[in-house]
Nanobody
């Protein structure tokens, strides 16, 4: 399985971005996919994940400002991020696995929240 993350960029505080994670390989419907973020000098933290059956979890750090979704016909998971804050600035990674996360990683996409 290969994961390709995209959609990052520069956005002003209060703005929105939608990140995409496209998977290649087999059996996407069973793949659990999560989004992590890593700010400079900090550890990589999970912010949201979605199972093949679309069960969803959000981390408290961004809860209420995130929507994760998937389309199994397009092998794609999206992360909609709203009301972004400067402290959300980080490299965002998608990760996948059959069961737990972390077996497969995308290359990361940079989100910068700044005026």
């Amino acid at each position: 399985v290969q994961l390709q993350a995209s959609g990052g960029g520069l956005v002003q505080p209060g703005g929105s971005l939608r990140l995409s994670c496209v998977a290649s390989g087999s059996f996407f419907v069973a793949l659990r996919v999560g989004w992590y973020r890593q700010a400079p000098g900090k550890q990589r933290d999970l912010v949201a994940d979605i199972t093949g059956g679309s069960s969803i979890n959000y981390a408290d750090s961004m809860k209420g400002r995130l929507t994760i979704s998937r389309d199994n016909t397009k092998n794609t998971v999206w992360l909609q991020m709203d009301n972004l804050k400067p402290e959300d600035t980080a490299v965002y990674y998608c990760s996948g696995g059959y069961g737990g996360l972390g077996s497969y990683w995308g290359q990361g996409t940079l989100v910068t929240v700044s005026s």
